[in-house]
């Protein structure tokens, strides 16, 4: 296949390109660099295979030649970066994805979307599974990054629907691993840097919400296998392994011998209290699981790092 990644230079796009290119696609990556960097792809210039667009997606996308997939990540995916770029978070999830589900009919590509458990909001429902609507807050300051990916889901299934475009909708849980940006705000590097630099943890609120942590291979996985699936309907990738934020503070002091302990900030608005993939679809639609449990994974992140932590 001929496939454009957008958001090829971000943390989930770039270990796509690699995973595409390892499975003997041809892989376009596009990004604008906002969030995503040059860095997470540089081992891959001079492959023939491999070429870099530097474009934003929510102007229009002109692409020569055939293409048979579009893998659409390109989006601000922190709640740091959204608070910063909430223009643009509305503006990729909404002409950016306009824009991919164009170049998608124009080339008869297969489009997958790469969606959000934040379509799920503060649930009220546990575990999430794909049926559930959600509980979003459209005008806090999540509602950006909320709303555009829930726009974003509506205008693909309204391209299947009335255009035909062979669509997939991924929900993707939080992930981590390596080429995630340190200072992206997120709970994997704010924890990872702090316990590095022998810094107490900032934990917010009480650390009482829950989250459950995949693995980046893993869910690359789970996508690669739902690109090649025919289910149009949205499908959760995520591990289910729940953890406070409070223990997973003390796994990461743990596993990185940090003597700091922890700190208390307080809770960023419409912080979900608690968040846990229902897999159960992914697992009898796509014969997957997650593979690498949070000690394996997180002990790789932070050989990652480690080496590029300042102390
Ligand atoms: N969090 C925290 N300390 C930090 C960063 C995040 O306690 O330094 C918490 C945050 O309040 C949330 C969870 O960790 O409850 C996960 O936050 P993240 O920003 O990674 O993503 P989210 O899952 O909220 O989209």
């Known amino acids: 296949m001929r496939v454009l990644v957008t958001g090829g230079a971000g943390f ?26 040059t860095d997470n792809i540089a081992h891959l210039a001079g492959n023939r295979r491999f070429q870099f667009i530097y474009h934003n997606v929510t102007e229009y996308i002109y692409l020569k030649g055939p293409l048979d997939a579009i893998l659409h990540f390109a989006s601000p995916a922190s709640p740091i970066d959204y608070l910063e770029l909430p223009i643009q978070t509305l503006k990729v999830g909404s002409l950016g994805t306009h824009n991919a589900l164009g170049l998608a009919l124009a080339k008869e590509a297969r489009f997958l979307l790469a969606s959000t458990s934040e379509v799920y909001g503060d649930p009220l429902i546990h575990p999430q599974n794909e049926s559930y609507w959600g509980h979003v807050n459209p005008i806090g300051p999540r509602g950006v990054y909320d709303e555009a990916k829930r726009y974003a889901e509506a205008l693909t299934m309204a391209y299947h629907r009335s255009h035909g475009v062979d669509t997939r909708i991924v929900r993707i ?18 924890f990872v840097s702090q316990a590095l630099r022998g810094q107490p943890l900032t934990v917010y609120g009480e650390g009482k919400q829950t989250r459950s942590f995949c693995f980046m291979s893993d ?5 690669y296998r739902l690109l090649l699936s025919d289910e149009v309907e949205p499908v959760n990738i995520g591990n ?35 968040r846990k993939p229902d897999i159960g679809k992914a697992q009898r639609i796509l014969g997957w699981a997650p593979q690498v449990n949070l000690r394996e994974g997180m002990e790789e992140t932070i050989r990652w790092f480690r080496a590029r932590v300042e102390k």
């Open 12 to 37: 989930l796009g770039s270990h796509l390109c690699d995973r595409l290119l390892a499975e003997g696609h041809d892989v376009i990556a596009m990004d604008n660099l906002i969030t995503g960097s």
């Open 173 to 190: 849980f939080n992930t981590y691993g390596p080429r995630m940006r340190l200072n992206d705000g997120r709970v994997v590097p704010n």
């Open 240 to 274: 289910p392994t729940e953890l406070t934020i409070h223990e997973f503070a003390t796994v990461i002091n743990e596993l990185t011998g940090n003597p700091a302990g922890i700190r208390f900030e307080p809770l960023p608005v419409d912080d979900p209290k608690q």
């Open 219 to 223: 869910l690359i996985e789970g996508i």
